[in-house]
């Protein structure tokens, strides 16, 4: 992975894996451990299924950039498709405490496009790629003088 898209996917976990934990420690006090462990399953779901998109948008982008746009809607209309689908399979479990659960789903969702959307915004990456074999010739304008 190189170096920009590392740094785009720890600007986005780090962020995203604290209010994981913020939201277990909460949990934890008001509802009790499963409330804790909803939060947790629901932080690293969130952090799975959102860094896989990542990897796999940016492997896009480098291999079909002509598709990125699009790819990217569908990208994260699946996603969060995915997330409401594990929040109905999970609305009845005993397992841990589904509202910590879903509250913490979504919260961390939020909290990832957000960071996300931060570290593209501050990333100096390049939209054009420039070709050091041309050197740096004049483009011709058409005009001759």
């Known amino acids: 992975m190189p170096s920009n898209d590392a740094r785009i996917l720890l600007q986005a976990a780090v962020p995203t894996a604290a209010a994981g934990a913020i939201a277990a420690v909460i949990s934890g006090v008001v509802v009790g451990g499963k409330g ?27 291999s079909l950039p002509h598709l990125f746009q699009a790819m990217g ?7 969060i498709l995915l997330l409401f689908i594990f929040m109905a399979a999970f609305k009845n479990t005993t397992l841990f405490h589904p509202r910590s659960f879903a509250f913490t789903l979504v919260g961390t ?24 074999s041309t050197g740096n010739k004049p483009e011709k304008s058409g005009h001759s003088s």
């Open 109 to 132: 969702t939020l909290v990832w496009i957000v960071f996300q959307t931060r570290a593209h915004m501050k990333a100096k990456i390049l939209y054009v790629e420039p070709d050091s």
């Open 73 to 79: 809607l569908m990208l994260y209309a699946a996603q």
């Open 36 to 62: 804790a462990v909803g939060a947790v399953v629901a932080a690293v779901i969130t952090i799975l299924f959102m860094g896989i998109g990542l990897y796999v948008l940016q492997r896009t982008a480098k």
